[in-house]
């Protein structure tokens, strides 16, 4: 999909109505970078975006501004506005935060939702065996989206938010490894027949040694496709 495919696909109204019009600009375009619709290295066109948006250049400096703070984008001297790629810092930051929010929601979030994180793993199984690495990649973050909403806490779900939206970054470098995205299926899928046993304890022990490896493979990938 080209830049202005991507921007007239952006399903957003008149961000004119919005109160807080920079915050939803950047919490817009925060989600089309989850969603995997902005890529690493992406330029942020803000003639074509203002546009798509329907709010002022201003406004939408405001909402990178916003996102430069989340590390999500960068702001290159001459060149423009550019959608972020991580590095290993940033990696190890994620998973920083991950391993101290996500095991908690599993053992103890009071609105933790099984049914739905089995309906993510069923899309998730369906993705796998049609080899859709970008698909097994959206639910993955669904799934990791619908742990943290069982806290019911409206501000980790935000912080999620950024989190996800830097992580999949970090997962558009694993691209050209699909066994990263397929046995993360597998693990997601042991998590569900944990908590359907009502071991969340157990669930959450399993995820910090999950996210513990996960990172540790990331770093690895990182490192090894750096030139020398």
């Known amino acids: ?32 970078i989850a969603e995997g619709r ?6 942020l066109s803000e003639q074509a975006l203002s546009s798509a948006l329907g709010v002022s250049r ?15 984008i960068s702001r290159i001297p001459n060149r423009g506005v550019f959608v972020a790629s991580p ?8 998973y920083a935060v991950r391993r101290t929010i996500e095991p908690a929601a599993l053992a103890w979030g009071p609105k933790l939702d099984i049914d739905e994180l089995s309906r993510i793993i069923e899309q ?5 065996e049609a080899e859709n690495i970008a698909l097994m990649a959206d ?14 806490s409206v501000h980790l779900l935000e912080l999620m938010s950024r989190v996800l939206a830097k992580m999949r970054l ?19 899928s042991a998590l569900v027949d944990l ?14 040694l999950y996210l513990n490896t996960a990172e540790t493979e990331l770093l690895e990938h990182y490192e090894s496709s750096q030139p020398r």
């Open 87 to 94: 590095d290993a810092a940033d990696i190890r930051e994620i």
């Open 1 to 32: 999909m080209n830049v202005s495919e991507i921007y007239t696909s952006i399903p957003l109204g008149d961000g004119s109505t919005h109160a807080h019009t920079s915050t939803w600009v950047a919490s817009t375009l925060r989600q089309e």
């Open 58 to 72: 201003n406004t939408l400096r405001e909402g990178f501004t916003l996102l430069d703070s989340d590390l999500i």
């Open 170 to 188: 970090v997962f558009h470098a694993m691209s050209d490894a699909p066994d990263f995205h397929s046995h993360y299926v597998s693990r997601n």
């Open 38 to 43: 902005l890529l690493p290295g992406s330029k």
């Open 195 to 208: 908590l359907s046993s009502g071991q969340r304890m157990e669930a959450a022990d399993t995820l910090q």
């Open 139 to 152: 639910a993955n973050q669904q799934f990791h989206e619908t742990i943290v909403r069982a806290t019911g």
């Open 124 to 128: 998730a199984r369906a993705a796998a």
